[in-house]
């Protein structure tokens, strides 16, 4: 049951903000309420109520963009918590974190999963990647050496911000380490727990990111705390975003297919490989521009698809609703012109043609209890010549 209240306020004293529901809709207005079933605005057209499944997020109107600057410590939790903190402390187990407004927070270190001491360059950054996906027997110290990390495997003790020292225990040795001679450490934790389910994700103007298994407003202030239990205070105004979309949308850019079949309309000896390699389907760029673009707009999530293009997606029936904008991308033209297909295990949901002369076309599908979902891009008058269909925004939602 989520532990979640927002409870109704003055509308003299209420925030103006911007709501975006699942199927598109930019909904303004001042906070009426808030709650585990609904949202409530005072609209210009009057009040406007959003139940919170159809919710996808919900920002105010005019937040403050805090100005750039670098980034401190960075504290990683186990439930995707990622904090910039200005220092951090370690004592018999817990965790004491400032934070940049000189807020406080404690947390054991049994729900903590990473702390970077230092921004890190591209390479660093990869190296470190690889350190974390390694299968390690223990909690792990991170030591820079020039432009290569190296990492020693063993137990974390205490982290003493005053005297910038971290106890460190390697077999029988306890060894203090310096700070200024690490890069960050990484806690081991046993697999198998369980956390709560996160409400939605909070995303302030300092860039941290915060699931919330509870929150409450009061007095303009947003009390949260997370699935590992972190409790923090977030002023409305420091919000960027509330993200509501967590289990309800999911983009085809970000799935892989259960199975993808490209059939060339001419196949030369030899030269297959190139071909497929040259028109195999793209994720959230075009196929041949870095970017999707339809009836001048650009868009930043979507599949771009030549034909012949057969893609097969897994749903398990767990979705209702599919949705897109479909059309032959800007950079060809006005040429090209293919045949759409979506099929939902096997049925036809959709078949139309879509020329490059086309505005582009909205797509919405009842994709209720489908199992299997099949987009067919296939050839149409032309050939294939400049057949770049765009599926910009392809998602499906519950």
Do not use: N
């Not at 389910?197 to 009390?223: H, K, N």
């Not at 139309?352 to 076309?361: K, M, N, V, W």
């Amino acid at each position: 049951m989520w532990a979640l209240m927002w409870t109704t306020m003055l509308l003299t004293a209420a925030p103006q903000m911007e709501a975006r529901t699942l199927d598109d809709r930019q909904l303004s207005g001042r906070l009426v309420s808030l709650t585990t079933d609904e949202l409530v605005l005072d609209s210009p057209d009057g009040e406007v109520t959003v139940p919170i499944k159809d919710l996808l997020s919900l920002s105010p109107e005019a937040a403050a963009v805090a100005a750039e600057t670098p980034r401190g410590i960075l504290v990683e939790l186990v439930d995707g918590t990622s904090l910039d903190v200005k220092e951090y402390e370690v004592r018999q187990g817990m965790a004491r974190l400032t934070l940049a407004d000189q807020q406080t927070a404690e947390v054991p270190t049994a729900v903590i999963s990473a702390v970077r001491f230092h921004q890190q360059s591209d390479e660093i950054s990869k190296q470190w990647d690889e350190i974390v996906a390694a299968d390690t027997a223990g909690d792990v110290l991170l030591i820079r050496k020039g432009d290569t990390l190296d990492f020693l495997e063993g137990l974390l003790g205490d982290t003493l911000a005053e005297e910038e020292a971290v106890q460190f225990t390697v077999g029988d040795t306890l060894l203090p380490v310096k700070r200024t001679k690490i890069e960050g450490l990484l806690y081991a934790h046993p697999a198998g727990r369980s956390l709560p389910e996160a409400v939605c994700l909070v995303l302030d103007q300092a860039g941290d990111r915060i699931p919330a298994s509870e929150f409450e407003l009061s007095d303009g202030q947003l009390d949260i705390t997370t699935p590992a239990g972190l409790r923090l205070r977030r002023p409305l105004e420091a919000i960027a975003r509330l993200d509501f979309s967590r289990g309800k949308v999911e983009y085809l850019s970000q799935m892989k297919p259960e199975s993808i079949d490209w059939t060339p309309y001419f196949a030369p000896l030899g030269a297959q490989d190139a071909q497929h390699a040259f028109f195999r389907f793209r994720t959230d760029r075009g196929l041949r521009e870095p970017t999707l673009s339809l009836g001048g707009k650009t868009y930043q999530r979507g599949l771009a698809l030549h034909s012949r293009t057969e893609l097969v997606y897994r749903l398990d029936g767990r979705w209702r609703r599919l949705e897109a904008v479909a059309g032959i991308d800007d950079s060809v033209q006005g040429k090209g012109h293919v045949r759409l297909t979506i099929r939902g295990d096997g049925q036809v949901l959709y078949d139309e043609q879509i020329a490059g002369r086309d505005a582009p076309r909205p797509v919405s599908l009842d994709v209720s209890g489908v199992r299997r979902l099949t987009i067919l891009v296939d050839f149409g008058d032309d050939l294939d010549v400049a057949d770049h269909l765009d599926l910009c925004e392809a998602r499906i939602i519950k």
